[in-house]
């Protein structure tokens, strides 16, 4: 017998869990189907940067407990180059906006605690889910639990699948438009057992290339150094990746970054991709299933949020009045921020990285705007109000 749900959700990251919180919190039952287990979606380390937003909605939701004891709130950036440091004052200059540093992995556990305490359903380790009937009224979603197939009818289905779901390509050929921009660098990331070198994150741009300095707690450090995307961990013991923070991170005035052991590292290749309209008949994308954007921003967590904010709104309208006007223009809706916060990460990675094959010309284009940025209140203003959100 098949299952029966209002809204049928696949993928259980930040996307598909808020959005699954917010529609309970407004009467509306779905139904989680994930593939990986709670274990290894808990630990995936990933970004750490909420948004005054969307660190406001977690709270509206009832799940800001713990970021309030564990989280830090920091109210300034650092830009880093020519071996300087100058500070951009976020909050002055946004009337008091800010953002928590609050691990994406921590923010995961907290939903999925709230999930099963409210006894609301959440299948882990499914395998073969396929969306079917969604241009019409009748989506299902068919898919594999312990080895038996079973099927869940729904009224609508969010693609919450991330950027190698199957929700997005199972929308037919030709219907949506596909904007892809691969960058020719990568970060290497690191998780460091030792107190943060700095009170606020920095990022900085340096002949060697871009290098970040961001933090998760008193006790550890995350840091980034941009990297060929192809390039093999393996090449990077931990002893070479010190030296290639030590460089890049120096400054005229002996700022001093301490080492602790390495806790977990890997390579992320970057890109900018954009797949419009991000609905197609019953069939709603959110979040990394329908846009990507850099890592230099810290905005994939935060976007994926306010889609399913704006989903949510829309689907509350629709059970509630049948007023499916909000639904419709669901994707309009998204895409105008998708497409701020897509210029808002392109413009930070192009202006602190090394480009490949980048000549001279370009690097002192670099500096000219980071001197510009660092001292021109309105350039100023105008970062700190896309990057506080
Ligand atoms: N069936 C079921 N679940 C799937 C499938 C599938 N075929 N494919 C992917 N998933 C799951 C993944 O295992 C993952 O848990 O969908 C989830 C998608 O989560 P995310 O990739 O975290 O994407 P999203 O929720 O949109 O959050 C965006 O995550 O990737 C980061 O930096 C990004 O911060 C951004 C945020
Ligand atoms: C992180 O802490 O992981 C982080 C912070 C800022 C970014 C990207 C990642 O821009």
Known sequence: MALRTQVGIVGAGPAGLVLAQLLHQAGIDSIILEARAREYVQERVRAGVLEQGTADLLDSMGLGERMHREGIVHHGIYLRFRRQSHRIPMSELTDGRSIWIYGQQEVVKDLIEARLAAGQQLYFEVSDVTPHGFDGDSP????????????????????????????????????????????????????ARVAPSTDELIYT?????????????????RLYVQCDPHDDIARWPDERIWEEMHARFATEDGWKLDEGPI?????????????????????????????????????????????????????????ESGDDSLLRGYSDACLRRVWRVQH??????????????????????????????????????????????
Request: hydrophobic share 40%.
């Open 140 to 191: 299902r979603l068919s898919f594999s639990r312990g080895g038996e197939s079973e099927e869940i009818e729904c009224d609508v289905i969010a693609g919450c699948d991330g950027f190698h779901g199957v929700c997005r390509p199972a929308i037919p050929d030709g219907a949506l438009t596909i904007y892809n921009h691969e960058y020719p660098f990568g970060w290497l990331g690191i998780l």
């Open 205 to 221: 741009n340096h002949e060697r290339g871009f290098a970040l300095h961001s933090l998760r707690s008193p006790e550890l450090s």
């Open 263 to 319: 806790v977990e590292k890997g390579i992320t290749p970057m890109r900018s991709f954009v797949a419009q309209p991000m609905q197609y008949g019953r069939l709603y994308l959110a979040g990394d299933a329908a846009h990507i954007v850099p890592p230099t921003g810290a905005k994939g967590l935060n976007l994926a949020v306010h889609d399913v904010k704006l989903l949510a709104e829309a689907l509350t309208r629709w059970y």
């Open 344 to 389: 808002f990460s392109w413009w930070m990675t192009s202006m602190l990285h090394r480009l490949g094959g980048a000549d001279d010309f370009e690097n002192q284009l670099q500096l000219a705007q980071l001197d510009y940025v660092t001292t021109s209140r309105a350039a100023m203003t105008t970062l700190a109000e896309n990057y506080v959100g």
